[in-house]
């Protein structure tokens, strides 16, 4: 992508701008994830604290995988506290904040990662981020796990065996009314009781995907993974306010355009190691399938027009993004 080779042209800048004028105050800028390290949320935040240190930066970056710093709204209070600087933050955690972010939910709104992908350089995807100025925290770009599907302790053809399935769903309401809509219970649960879970039979399948499936070897207790493809997961990447108002304008620049790279280096690397992934899942155990069922797609115009006009940048950034 332009922007990858962008960034390899403008290291040597970076370098000049903002390893000088930040050297005088070394610090180590904490970084949060609530990924485990093989995931891609988590690779992303590596990726850039790399580049950071490349250009010649007084200050280091910190990871702190899989909420160690504390669960995502800890984290959020904790970016706006200027406690965190950074953070990578699920965009239906920020959903929860505001509306607009719904947006990247509609089911079937995207056939592929690299649509998503596409996307985040749109006008209302930056606005989404924009809108989170107001709140202490600076959204700076977007990382994607890729497509959500539907693993399951039992075999699933149909949309009709969905009904009735106890699934661990993303806790808002488009998770919600996308699972009841297809007749399952949807089950909100912490990232580390979903094993548990599924041994003991709490919930039967899991709303996930493909890389938090092999991050976690969620296979090993459900293994049929279906490739439902229904939603995109995105996640942005978040600044404190205080800290990111506290660089100066030439500092700021520097690290848009790392995390600019970052975002396309993120899209690049999903979209080009999904069919590897899925290669080690099935060799793992994984029995891979789709469903060919019109009740899905039905399912998911219902579902879209129901939050379409839940707040104006929901249909704006529908709109923008119709190929």
Request: glycine share 8%; proline share 7%; charged share 20%.
């Amino acid at each position: 992508m332009k922007r990858l080779t962008a960034g390899l042209l403008t290291s040597l800048t970076l370098c000049l701008w903002l390893g000088a004028g930040m050297a005088a105050h070394s610090r180590e800028l904490k970084f949060s994830t609530p990924t485990p390290e093989p995931h891609i949320m988590t690779k992303s935040a590596h990726h850039l604290a790399d580049a950071f240190a490349q250009a010649g930066m007084g200050d280091t970056i910190a990871v702190f995988p899989v909420n160690k710093l504390g669960d995502v709204p800890t984290v959020l209070s904790l970016l706006q506290s200027g406690a965190v600087e950074l953070a990578v933050v699920p965009v239906g955690d920020l959903a929860n904040r505001d509306p607009s972010f719904l947006a990247w939910f509609l089911p079937y709104q995207f056939d592929t990662l690299a649509e998503a992908g596409a996307a985040a350089d749109s006008g209302p995807a930056r606005e989404m981020l924009a809108r989170l100025d107001s709140q202490g925290i600076k959204g700076l770009g977007y990382v994607f796990p890729g497509q959500r599907h539907l693993l399951s302790k039992q075999p699933i053809t149909s949309a009709e065996e969905i009904s009735g399935l106890k699934v661990r769903a993303f806790p808002n309401d488009i998770f919600n009314s996308w699972w009841r809509e297809l007749g399952a219970a949807p089950t909100a649960l912490p990232l580390p009781e979903i094993m548990p879970s599924l041994v003991t039979g709490v919930i039967d399948a899991v709303d996930v995907d493909i890389d938090i499936v092999s991050g976690l070897q969620m296979q090993k207790q459900a293994p049929y993974l279906i490739l439902t493809n229904h939603m995109a997961f995105p996640a942005a990447i978040l600044a404190s306010a205080r800290w990111w108002n506290s660089l100066t304008p030439e500092e700021q620049s520097g690290f848009e355009e790392m995390v600019a790279e970052t975002q396309d280096w993120a899209i690049m690397t999903q979209t080009e190691g999904e069919a590897a992934l899925l290669d080690q899942l099935a060799a793992d155990g994984a029995q891979i399938g789709t469903i060919d069922d019109p009740a899905l797609p039905a399912a998911g115009e219902t579902v879209r027009n129901a939050f379409l006009d839940r707040d104006p940048l929901i249909r704006r950034f529908y709109e923008a993004n119709q190929n």
